[in-house]
């Protein structure tokens, strides 16, 4: 008994060992400009605002809950952001409710800037993706979106900021979308789908930026989950004269969820919870060249005849790219509901005595 005991010591320390391996290590490039994955934990989301700080700088929330680091659910390494957003989360005395976060000054773009950026966002199964609009309560068919998650904003210069921010990314009832926006208008001059949504599925995002008010020089391209869901699409960017910020975060109209909107008959919109919305974000990263965002390539394990990258999660099938489509490598990471570590299941297969064949970490949505 005491050399099995011995043997299951053994067998617990191999698996935390490699289990605190799951992190991806990417490469030390420097070409990478940023990270922002919340693996620091509650530190990672503000106070980072050093020019080449890693994590978030500032914070705007009114709530505690808006903002949250979780370990469940999370796509790479052990935690990721829960976002919530209800009605009254108005902060200051800022327009529309928000969540949001902002990182440190190195991510700042001025004309001319190119840059790859990769992170991940679900949307989780109780998602709603538009409401019921405000001011025209009579017209069914008229509905406001619930919200962006990922979006770039305007300096003004150094004035006060005013309208809508030049790029907004997010989810609606059906499609995962873009939107490049008007200045003069605050609206959307494009709205563009780039692919249907999958709640409770963890997308995987690439995005390639060049940032410009220039319609001739300004460009986006975007994969997801490894498909190339917008092909270089040649679009102002930016509003001239002025620089872009990232943010992060749910940003959703202010009258989203407010009791005391009524129907033309006389019946209550929403109920008296603020009607919540939650979404999630992971493995933030921004650099001057694709191979600085992407995880390490995976190397050939010669003894099983496959492949593995040590620290991270495996690799499952790329999903076929569409016509025309150029399918971005995402090695390294399992993409859907979780992750899963190739160190992790070798722990379990160094103990045959067990019949421990294999053991994938899953991590999913309530």
């Known amino acids: 008994m005491k050399k099995l005991a011995l043997t299951i010591a053994a067998a617990v320390a191999l698996i935390a060992g490699a289990s605190q391996a799951s992190t991806p290590a990417y490469p030390d490039s420097p070409d990478v400009i940023w990270k922002g994955n919340f693996e620091e934990g509650a530190t990672s989301l503000s106070g980072n605002c050093s020019y080449g700080a890693n994590g978030w700088c500032g914070e705007q929330s009114v709530r505690a809950q808006q903002l949250q680091v979780v370990n469940d659910p999370a796509f790479e390494g052990r935690n990721a952001l829960r976002l919530e957003v209800k009605y009254g989360d108005v902060f200051r005395n800022y327009s529309d409710s928000r969540s949001l976060l902002s990182p440190p000054p190195q991510m700042w773009e001025d004309e001319g800037n190119e840059r790859w950026y990769r992170w991940q966002a679900m949307w989780p199964a ?114 001239p004269g002025m620089r872009n910020y990232l943010e992060v975060g749910l940003y959703r109209n202010l009258r989203i969820g407010d009791p005391n909107l009524l129907y033309p008959d006389g019946t209550h919109v929403y109920g008296t919870d603020g009607t919540p919305a939650v979404a999630y974000l992971d493995g933030f990263i921004a650099g001057k060249t694709q191979a600085s965002v992407l995880p390490p390539v995976p190397v050939t394990d010669t003894t099983s005849g496959g492949t593995s990258t040590p620290g991270t999660s495996a690799p499952s099938s790329t999903p076929e790219p569409t016509t025309g489509a150029t399918p971005v490598s995402t090695a390294g990471f399992a993409q859907g509901g979780g992750c899963s570590s190739t160190g992790f299941q070798s722990a379990w297969l160094a103990l045959p005595l067990f019949g421990l064949f294999a053991l994938r970490r899953r991590r999913s949505v309530a």
């Open 126 to 239: 109780g998602w709603v993706g538009s409401y019921p609009k405000w001011d025209e309560l009579g017209t069914p068919a008229s509905r406001s979106k619930a919200g962006s998650l990922v979006e770039w904003h305007h300096d003004a210069n150094g004035a006060v900021e005013t309208g809508s921010a030049p790029l907004y990314i997010g989810a609606g009832d059906k499609f995962i979308n873009v939107c490049l926006v008007d200045q003069a208008t605050s609206a959307c001059r494009e709205s563009i789908d780039l692919v249907e949504l999958q709640r409770g599925h963890w997308h995987d995002f690439v995005m390639h930026a060049k940032w410009s008010s220039d319609p001739s020089v300004g460009y986006l391209e975007i994969w997801i989950d490894g498909v190339n869901v917008l092909p270089k699409h040649m679009a102002s960017n930016k509003y």
